[in-house]
C-alpha cells in the first residue's frame, strides 16, 4: 500500500487555517496590521529582533546602544495590547505547531530510542 504523504501534508495544512489558534492569531494580526501605531511599533519590533538575530548567528556582539534600543522596544510591546494580543496568539499557534511535530516526528523519534 502506497501513501501519498504530501497529500497528507496538504491538508494538514488546510486544518490548521481552520483551527481556532489560526483564526485568533489572523485577527490579531489584521487588528495590529488596522492599527497605524501598532503596527509602526510591530514592524520596529521585527526589525530589531532580526537584526539581533543575524548578529547572533555570525556571532558578532550587541552593542550596548543595541542591546537598550531592544529593551526599548519591548517595553513599547509590552504597553500595546494589540500587539500583546498578537504575540500570545503566535504563541498559541507556535505551541500547536510544536506538538504537531512531536506527533509527526513520532516514528523517527522511536527508532532513536
Known sequence: MSVNIYDTANQLEQDLRKTDEFQSLQAAFKAVRENEEANK???EFRQV???IQQKQMSGQEITEEEAQQAQEVSK???ENAL???LLEA???VGQMIDDINQTVLKPVTELYQ
Open 41 to 43: 511599533v510591530f514592524n
Open 49 to 51: 529582533q532580526q537584526m
Open 76 to 78: 513599547e510591546i509590552g
Open 83 to 85: 500587539i500583546t494580543d
Open 90 to 92: 503566535e504563541k498559541s
